[in-house]
């Protein structure tokens, strides 16, 4: 098979789907415009006949009601029997939504019918989905619907009312004209294709055996003589265009293959060397981000505020020391510590007066206990604080002592505090037998600490 027979089956493959597929987008687009624009019409009329309808129901006057739809019915009517003469529709008409209206009815809140073009129809009850969903949406809806005979329809509802919920209107307007429409249109979209598809091929194959089989060729037998190392071989293409270029590349390929060698090697030297340089700046650049991560640990374990472990990073390190308490038998105490009255504090004084405090009561806590004291914000004002290697006793010492110290330190505005000065309550609990994990450990030093409060608060108690 010729290269000539390839491109013309390959741009035919091409073609053929590609406007194919141009008509069916452009047939989906227009009849969704179509319906869109049948929607607006069908939900404009509703609108007309929303405020009338309402007047009328919220005066109990149901035979106006019929009066409205009958006057829509008899316009109707008078359509149909002119589509049945093969009639042209007046000017102005083609788009009146009336022309296509299958039926309009007005239902209350139970969806009984009372009023409808039908009058047969009048107390009916409307049960389907689309008269549910209608009944109980507060604003138009629109659907495409499947009517009894099957026909597909445009279903449309509005709701009437004056400030009361009165009823609804409900439409279906008929999809034949359309459908139709949308059928010529199909019909004159198909012809029209094939006509471009066989006007296109024909220029196609004419242009191409011109401007690109023949130049094809002869490069193709400059590319067999390159191949048997016959760099003399030359190719003459006249035309000024991409053929004409890739021959020239062809005819100067030959001549430079000598120099792209050396030039190839020269190359590889200099990427050499930039590969080198690379390196070396990579190897700064994991220095630069083993730096980073250090301080990036740093944040994700210390409380921004106290710069004690924030909560996540203690608690992980206090189960640690209680497993190896528990494993080596060694002595662990834990201490809770609240700030007393910290809302009065806050509320007195501002939160950054708050936020103050509690910077400096870390400090505090800091320069009061060992290095290897584990010192974290549980929450808020409340402290936790691991003592490791430590019996009870000396828990609770080491509690009255921080106690102490913060009730005699200076801290700002702290006379606007009961009593005229800071104080903190803290509860002392030792992993024992009971304690069984570190969630019971802290539940013992929070109780202990909720006693401390319970009994006038600025004291120990384990």
């Known amino acids: 098979m010729g290269i000539r027979l390839k491109l013309i089956l390959l741009l035919t493959g091409l073609l053929v789907p590609l406007l194919g597929a141009g008509g069916l987008l452009n047939m989906s687009i227009t009849r969704d415009t179509l319906i869109e624009e049948m929607h607006h019409r069908g939900l404009a009329l509703l609108s007309a006949l929303a405020v009338p309808s309402s007047i009328a129901l919220a005066n109990h006057e149901i035979e106006r009601l019929d009066d409205y739809l009958a006057q829509l019915s008899k316009k109707q009517k008078s359509f149909n029997q002119a589509q049945s003469h093969d009639s042209q529709p007046s000017a102005g008409t083609e788009g009146d939504p009336v022309r296509d209206l299958v039926y309009l009815c007005v239902v209350n809140a139970n969806g009984r019918v009372l009023a409808h073009t039908n009058e047969t129809a009048y107390g009916t009850i409307r049960s389907d989905s689309f008269a549910r969903r209608a009944i109980l949406a507060d604003k138009a809806l629109f659907n495409k619907v499947s009517n009894e005979s099957g026909a597909e329809t445009l279903a449309v509802s509005l709701p009437v009312s004056s400030g009361l919920r009165w009823g609804t209107l409900l439409a279906e307007f008929s999809l034949e004209r359309l459908n139709s429409r949308m059928a010529r249109m199909q019909r004159h979209t198909i012809a029209i294709t094939l006509v471009l598809i066989f006007l296109a091929l024909l ?13 094809v060729k002869a490069l193709s037998k400059m590319a067999e003589s390159l191949g048997r190392g016959d760099l003399s071989k030359r190719v003459t293409v006249r035309a000024k265009d991409e053929m004409g270029t890739l021959a ?3 005819n100067a390929t030959a001549k430079e293959l000598a120099s792209y060698t050396h030039d190839l090697e020269q190359k590889i030297r200099e990427r050499s060397a930039e590969i080198v340089e690379k390196n070396d700046q990579l190897e700064h650049a994991n220095r630069r981000l083993s730096t980073a991560n250090e301080r990036l640990e740093e944040i994700a374990t210390t409380d921004g505020l106290t710069g004690l472990a924030n909560k996540t990073h203690w608690l992980t ?6 497993l190896r308490a528990k494993r080596g038998n060694h002595k662990l105490c834990l201490l809770m510590l609240d700030v007393d009255h910290f809302k009065n504090y806050n509320d007195s004084n501002g939160h950054l007066a708050g936020d103050r405090l509690l910077s400096k009561l870390a400090g505090l806590l800091t320069s009061n206990l060992r290095a290897i004291d584990i010192a974290g914000r549980f929450g808020g004002e409340e402290f936790g604080i691991a003592l490791l290697d430590t019996s009870l006793r000396s828990g609770v010492r080491t509690a009255d002592k921080i106690r102490q110290e913060v009730s005699r330190a200076d801290f700002e505005a702290q006379a606007s505090q009961p009593g005229g000065n800071l104080t903190v309550s803290i509860g002392v609990a030792e992993l024992d037998q009971e304690s069984q994990n570190m969630n019971d450990l802290i539940e013992k030093a929070d109780t202990a600490l909720y006693q401390a409060k319970n009994e006038g608060r600025n004291r120990v108690c384990s």
Do not use: A, K, Q, Y
């Not at 220029?203 to 130049?215: D, E, F, K, M, R």
């Not at 390190?317 to 209680?322: A, H, P, S």
């Open 317 to 322: 390190r206090l189960e640690f020391e209680v």
């Open 248 to 250: 020239n590349v062809f």
């Open 203 to 215: 220029g196609l194959s004419i242009g191409l055996s011109t401007l690109v089989v023949s130049p």
